[in-house]
């Protein structure tokens, strides 16, 4: 009887301590959750419905940064979600594409936003300059870029021209011959940022065109669904987003949906100068936006 006692106390002892740690557990979960909800929240409070059937993310590729002015915006790119099929686009926006800031006199390089204010300032001139809601970002720089490509086994891309330079200042040597190229990590981002050729940055926006519809094709293998553990795990420790744990289950839809969809990849409509300013053209701009997401007439709606 005695023992039967001992027992059951120690069953019952466990029970509440089991009970305590769950609902603890069970409270910081929730805790975090609505700490989620509300960021979720205040970043809805300004999205415009009209796109509400996408999912667009900023893309923002950082170099590797000096210590006397860190970090800068590399490359920058628009990528968006079509839900109901899955369609990728992808929108480059050339670096140097002159733009208004907020906070600033006169027209400026969009990459000048990231220095003045970080992806939040680069994420709000982005959306005001195209007219688009931007409901992620996703910044990552050259070694994390490296890493994923070594991650899924390198990328075919074929180089149109010989690609050389040299910068031992900068310790960035650039040497890629022409032809059909199997890409590991580091000549990957070397490929990205070469810019030294007669068509300087146009050339180089060419590349990410390339570059992005290799990745879309290359994502979408079944080798490189068994690397997703690699690639989260490179995420967690080496890029800057927005997109949070809570939104995977939506990720991961998304990502279903894609399989067999082609990407499409356009530059943002303009001209280059000679001094490498992109002059974007806003009427073409906005006829470009309105054919990647159509305004719905009502019929549409119902």
């Known amino acids: 009887m005695f023992l039967c006692t001992v027992v059951m106390v120690g069953v019952g002892w466990a029970s509440v301590k089991l009970y305590e740690w769950g609902s603890a557990t069970l409270e910081t979960y929730m805790e975090i959750y609505e700490g989620y909800k509300q960021r979720k929240a205040l970043r809805a409070a300004s999205f415009d419905p009209r796109f509400d059937d996408y999912t667009n993310v900023l893309l923002v590729g950082l170099d590797a940064g000096k210590e006397d002015t860190g ?46 204010g970080g992806i939040p300032l680069m994420e709000q001139t982005v959306s005001q300059t195209l007219g688009v809601t931007i409901h992620h970002y996703l910044a990552v720089d050259t070694e994390a870029l490296s890493e994923i490509v070594d991650i899924l086994g390198g990328i075919d891309i ?71 553990p690699e690639l989260v795990n490179v995420c967690e420790r080496r890029i800057k987003s927005s997109i949070e ?18 990407p499409k990849v356009m530059l943002l409509p303009g001209e280059m ?22 305004i719905k007439t009502p019929e549409d709606k119902n």
């Not at 990410?208 to 690397?227: G, I, N, R, S, V």
């Not at 744990?245 to 399989?259: R, V, Y």
């Not at 100068?273 to 159509?294: A, C, G, H, R």
């Open 71 to 116: 970090q800068q915006a590399d490359s920058i790119i628009l990528a968006s979600v079509k839900h109901d099929t899955g369609e990728v686009r992808f929108v480059i926006i050339p670096r140097y594409t002159l733009v208004n800031i907020q906070g600033r006199n006169a027209p400026e390089p969009l990459n000048n936003s990231f220095y003045y």
């Open 273 to 294: 100068t000679k001094d490498n300013s992109w002059i974007y053209n806003p009427q073409k701009t906005t006829e470009m936006v309105d054919e990647l997401f159509p």
């Open 158 to 228: 074929y180089v149109d021209n010989d690609l050389n330079y040299d910068d031992p200042e900068g310790d960035l040597y650039i040497h890629i011959p022409k032809g059909l190229q199997h890409m590991e990590g580091d000549m990957a981002q070397k490929y990205l940022r070469f810019s030294s050729d007669d068509l300087g940055s146009y050339g180089r926006n060419m590349r990410q065109q390339k570059f992005l519809k290799a990745m879309h094709d290359k994502m979408l293998t079944p080798e490189a669904m068994t690397k997703l």
């Open 245 to 262: 744990a809570f939104d995977s289950g939506h990720f991961a839809k998304l990502l279903t949906n894609m399989q067999g969809t082609k």
